[in-house]
């Protein structure tokens, strides 16, 4: 897991070697390493021998785990602020802050640092989970979000519940009664699942031994992380909104393949040959890496695709952000016909003939309500999409046009006919990736 940290941390002049790691898996196998906070401090207590020290530690920590280097003679902040890690940090915050975020570069990187220098000692105070659970009733009606002066709570971890005494069982069933009851989004509480907070589900609150349900924890303290976000009151057959985008960022990510390698695990290496006496075999794990490569085909050409193309935009960039790979948006009106725009105001493009040119391995999703004048869908149209499909095997076409209305409209049917059709909702993408993922790009 961590097995090129010491050669790393030599690079900056620091004494780091196996025992390093001996050390560091002792620290985490006593759960003194609960946090990114935690495992800075308890690095720092390993690896830093006097004063001189700091400075190249400081580096060498942000370069190998947060992926911040510090060029000489640049500050800290100026280097978080250059990084590609605090970028995607930024994105998630604004997005997960579900409001307009009004703060300065230098309050940001302060959040940032404030998150990623979080450990369980900032902690002041455990309350008995168990005593929270027996007073909470399951059969709780949802009413009004638990809000303060009708913005979400606001996210303070100095308190926390520690639900150790409960089993898992217990939890996701009580889990699923609160899903019954819950129609609208919670912050703050011990009871809803929502965010922040000490309630036993939910994401970004301070719950030891809770299941986390979608988002980011609150230092890794869950037992369980549930990615499904039906466990939020959203509706799945509603076309993308702002309300039911996560959900249909969890139906998309099911295009993202997998593909294992095998590298060497340092921990489990030395942990069997201390046991063997002193005889160190290779240990080797399998490490799965995720393959992404979609292309984004957007119809933003006419009133009738205006409301849907921001969201469809924070779909996509929300997936680029949260699982980085091989992601290429283009613009379109109406229909494709020998190119497709690069920018949304569709001021330069590039052919249909070089789109061509992209790996066979590329998914492709068509965004657009296929709403147009017959003429529009020409044979050269009709040939560039027809080229594109077979080309890439697994394209599909998201429609946020009322399914009720398709069968009146000659285009949709006609398109229906080249590219597999679904709805813009997150039941449709989740039937687009069953159907893509069904098929071959072979051939």
């Not at 890496?289 to 009738?304: A, P, Q």
């Amino acid at each position: 897991m961590l097995s090129s940290l010491p050669s790393s941390f030599r690079k900056h002049g620091l004494q780091a070697d196996v025992r390093t790691l001996l050390i560091l898996r002792k620290a985490m196998q006593k759960g003194l390493v609960k946090t990114l906070g935690d495992l800075h401090n308890a690095l720092k207590g390993i690896v830093v021998k006097e004063p001189a020290d700091i400075g190249p530690f400081t580096k060498a920590y942000y370069e190998y785990f947060l992926h911040v280097p510090i060029a000489p003679g640049q500050t800290l902040e100026d280097a978080i602020l250059r990084s590609e890690t605090f970028q995607k940090w930024k994105t998630q915050y604004i997005d997960e802050a579900d409001k307009e975020v009004d703060l300065s570069e230098e309050e940001l990187v302060n959040t940032f640092l404030d998150q990623v220098h979080l450990t369980s000692y900032d902690i002041k105070e455990v309350i008995d989970g168990k005593e929270i659970w027996d007073k909470d009733n399951p059969d709780l009606e949802d009413e009004d979000p638990q809000e303060i002066d009708g913005q979400p709570a606001e996210r303070v971890l100095d308190k926390m519940a520690d639900y150790s005494d409960l089993t898992l069982e217990e939890l996701l069933e009580r889990m699923e009664k609160v899903k019954d009851q819950q129609r609208t989004n919670h912050s703050g509480g011990s009871h809803w699942i929502g965010t922040g907070g000490i309630s036993p589900y939910g994401h970004g609150g301070a719950a030891k031994n809770g299941i986390r349900v979608g988002g980011q924890g609150g230092g890794r303290m869950a037992r369980k992380v549930i990615g499904d976000k039906n466990y939020f009151p959203i509706d799945r057959d509603a076309i993308l909104n702002d309300n039911n985008v996560d959900a249909a960022l969890a139906s998309i990510k099911g295009v993202i393949e997998e593909s294992a390698i095998e590298k060497l695990d340092v921990p489990h290496t030395i942990k069997s040959g201390l046991k063997r006496g002193g005889l160190f075999i290779p240990e080797l794990t399998s490490e799965k890496n995720e393959e992404l490569k979609i292309i984004v085909l957007i119809d933003n050409g006419g009133y009738s695709m205006a409301p849907y193309v921001r969201t469809v935009q924070q779909l996509f960039r929300k997936m680029k952000t949260r699982f980085a790979h091989d992601l290429e948006v283009y613009y379109f009106h109406n229909t494709i016909y020998d190119r497709v725009w690069i920018d949304e105001r569709r001021s330069t493009y590039i052919t249909v003939e070089k789109l061509l040119m992209h790996s066979k391995d590329y998914r492709v999703f068509f965004i657009g309500d296929s709403a147009m004048a017959p003429y529009e869908l020409s044979a050269l149209s009709i040939r560039n999409i027809q080229a594109i499909v077979k080309k890439f095997k697994k394209s599909v076409w998201l429609n946020p046009e009322p399914l009720k209305y398709w069968p009146g409209t000659y285009t949709i049917q006609a398109m229906k006919q080249i590219v597999p059709m679904f709805p813009l909702t997150p039941h449709g993408i989740e039937r687009a990736v069953r159907e893509m993922n069904s098929k071959s790009t072979e051939g």
